[in-house]
């Protein structure tokens, strides 16, 4: 049983550039969260969605940023216009209803 | 929305000897408490959770204490070995609110460092 994976592991974008980062859960979950981590920072929650839903976005800045988990294929979250305070580490994670959740290995955006 | 403090931020440590790292939060709502382990450069992975029907839980060197009345919670790691050295970083969230999902918010994590 694979896993949580992500991909891209390493982004390298110019600034007004778009970043997106995939993310495929567990298999038999159904629970997609992200969450960013700055260097020498903790694990900031983003957004929380299930299959075509988006649960709770509290976390997600207002602009530039959209997430989605579509019925078929992976989540995605999506970064416009990226700037250099965007660069940080992409966690992605994934549970069943109220269990355990599993991390992904993350995706790291950089920003010149 | 929920609101989790951890302390120390660093912790430097003689093999072999405990470290205590401490965590408090603020939703009273919350009743599941992970631990995650962080190594340099990987992705956060549990080490261990309790709930809060419980008091105390133990796995060989690891043991999680929680009080809900002053909602705070401890992780306790005893005989330290290096491979334990990695930034640690507490939870917490209402798990079973359906709305809620298992979203966690996270403490700010404690550096833990053992010296061999």
């Known amino acids: 049983n694979a896993g949580v994976m992500q991909n891209p592991r390493h982004l390298v974008r110019r600034r007004g550039q778009e970043a997106r980062l995939r993310c495929s859960p567990m298999?038999?979950?159904?629970?997609v969260y992200w969450y960013r981590q700055l260097p020498e920072e903790g694990l900031k929650f983003m957004v929380y969605?299930?299959?075509?839903?988006?649960?709770?976005e509290s976390g997600m800045p207002k602009e530039r940023f959209s997430a989605e988990f579509p019925k078929e294929g992976p989540s995605i979250l999506r970064i416009q216009q990226v700037v250099r305070g965007d660069s940080a580490a992409y966690f992605c994670?994934?549970?069943?209803?109220?269990?355990?959740?599993?991390f992904g290995e993350g995706s790291r955006l950089t920003v010149l | 929305g929920e609101n989790v403090e951890q302390h120390p931020s660093t912790l430097s440590v003689q093999e072999g000897d405990s470290a205590v790292i401490k965590c408090t939060y603020s939703?009273?709502?919350?009743?599941?408490f992970p631990w995650y382990k962080q190594e340099l450069g990987k992705r956060p992975q549990l080490i261990i959770d309790?709930?809060?029907?419980?008091g105390e839980k133990k796995d060989q060197r690891i043991a999680v204490t929680l009080n809900k009345t002053a909602k705070h919670f401890s992780l306790h790691i005893t005989e330290t070995q290096p491979e334990d050295s990695a930034v640690y970083f507490c939870?917490?969230?209402?798990?079973?609110?359906?709305?809620?999902?298992?979203?966690?918010?996270f403490g700010g994590g404690t550096r833990v460092l053992v010296k061999p």
């Open positions: 969605l299930q299959k075509e839903n988006i649960i709770d």
């Open positions: 298999k038999g979950h159904s629970h």
């Open positions: 994670a994934s549970s069943r209803d109220t269990g355990e959740l599993f």
């Open positions: 939870a917490a969230t209402p798990s079973g609110i359906k709305a809620a999902g298992n979203k966690l918010t």
């Open positions: 939703d009273s709502a919350s009743n599941y």
């Open positions: 309790i709930r809060s029907n419980v």
